[in-house]
Nanobody, 118 residues
Framework: QVQLVESGGGLVQPGGSLRLSCAAS????????MAWYRQAPGKQRELVAS???????NYADSVNGRFTISRDNAKNTVSLQMNSLKPEDTALYYC????????????WGEGTLVTVSS
């Protein structure tokens, strides 16, 4: 069992930056593919960025070049650095952990709200 707790959301002006963090409890953090998803009002949840157990990253086209995902296996954390934020980045951001081999081991945090507005 893995429990995920997100932090770092808030209100930021367009063009600003925020750093989201996700702290994981439980064992085997390094065996999980970690990802950030987001869900805007009235829209489906979408993948923002992911990082494999080996550190390979993947980004949605809409955030590529602006967002950076990273993980610290020693601290059981994954972060999302968000720069040049746009109003369309406004959403509830969720941390996700999916075991690299056992698909049923798939866990979600409760989310942290990011609002980009002037």
């Amino acid at each position: 069992q893995v429990q995920l707790v997100e932090s770092g959301g808030g209100l930021v002006q367009p063009g600003g930056s925020l750093r989201l963090s996700c702290a994981a409890s439980g064992s085997g953090f390094s065996t999980y593919v970690m990802a950030w998803y987001r869900q805007a009002p009235g829209k489906q949840r979408e993948l923002v960025a992911s990082i494999s157990t080996g550190g390979r990253t993947n980004y949605a086209d809409s955030v590529n070049g602006r967002f950076t995902i990273s993980r610290d296996n020693a601290k059981n954390t994954v972060s999302l650095q968000m720069n040049s934020l746009k109003p369309e980045d406004t959403a509830l951001y969720y941390c996700n952990a999916r075991h690299y081999l056992i698909q049923s081991r798939n866990y979600w945090g409760e989310g942290t709200l990011v609002t980009v507005s002037s």
